[in-house]
């Protein structure tokens, strides 16, 4: 109930390709979803975040797909660039004070020259 | 210095040793957290501080002591470990709601020999 299923484990693609990373969970009561970034030598930092309220969230490149019946939600990475290389982790949490966030295992993303 | 720092960067230890890991933010935040990150695991959270008052310890060894005497600062004190405590140990600081955007410090890289 409490786990987030990410995947792929890792992932290469061409530079200018759309990389997608999903994740799904299995606590209806998750209302608060981030994306956390990073990079070799760094701290995981935020990306982007969604609310179950709304489906699609944009940030520049960076798109979120919500599905709430499937209880899946996915990170699209458009027009990626080689910059783009890095661990990317989803997360979620009820934005509550009594419930921990909660992350996946996370994604090695290569963006290919 | 601004965000969220980690001294020191690298730390090597013997299993008899004693150690401390130190967290300093520069955000103003009111939390602050423990995380472990080791290959192919999420996050772990270890330990979690709330206006200086610890509210989680996620049945953390004995071995791992946390202490923050202050908002700004926490530490890690670390004895008698084992090889598998080896890992990155990351640091982290939120404002507001618990649980809320964290903010990461780059990380110690802890060898245990």
């Known amino acids: 109930q409490q786990q987030v299923k990410q995947s792929p484990q890792s992932l290469i693609v061409q530079k200018g390709g759309i990389p997608i990373i999903n994740c799904a969970y299995e606590?209806?009561?998750?209302?608060?979803f981030p994306w956390y970034q990073q990079f070799p030598g760094k701290g995981p930092a935020l990306l982007i975040a969604?609310?179950?309220?709304?489906s699609e969230k944009k940030e520049g490149r960076f798109t979120i797909s919500f599905n709430k019946s499937a209880k899946q939600f996915s990170l699209h990475i458009m027009d990626s660039q080689p910059g783009d290389s890095a661990t990317y982790f989803c997360a979620a949490s009820r934005g509550n004070r009594d419930d921990k966030i909660i992350f996946g295992k996370g994604t090695r993303l290569h963006i290919l020259p | 210095e601004t965000g969220v720092t980690q001294t020191p960067r690298h730390l090597v230890m013997g299993m008899t040793n004693k150690k401390s890991l130190k967290c300093e933010q520069h955000?103003?935040?009111?939390?602050m957290y423990w995380y472990k990150q080791s290959a192919k695991k999420p996050l772990e959270l270890m330990f979690v501080y709330s206006l200086e008052e610890r509210v989680e310890n996620n049945s953390v060894p004995s071995r791992f002591s946390p202490e923050c005497p202050n908002s700004s600062h926490l530490f890690l004190h670390l004895h008698t470990l084992q090889p598998e405590d080896s890992a990155l140990y990351l640091c982290?600081?939120?404002?507001?709601?618990?649980?809320?955007?964290?903010?990461f410090g780059p990380g110690t890289r802890l060898t245990v020999l």
């Open positions: 606590n209806t009561a998750f209302d608060y």
């Open positions: 955000l103003g935040h009111n939390a």
């Open positions: 969604i609310r179950p309220d709304v």
């Open positions: 982290a600081s939120s404002q507001g709601n618990l649980w809320g955007e964290q903010f």
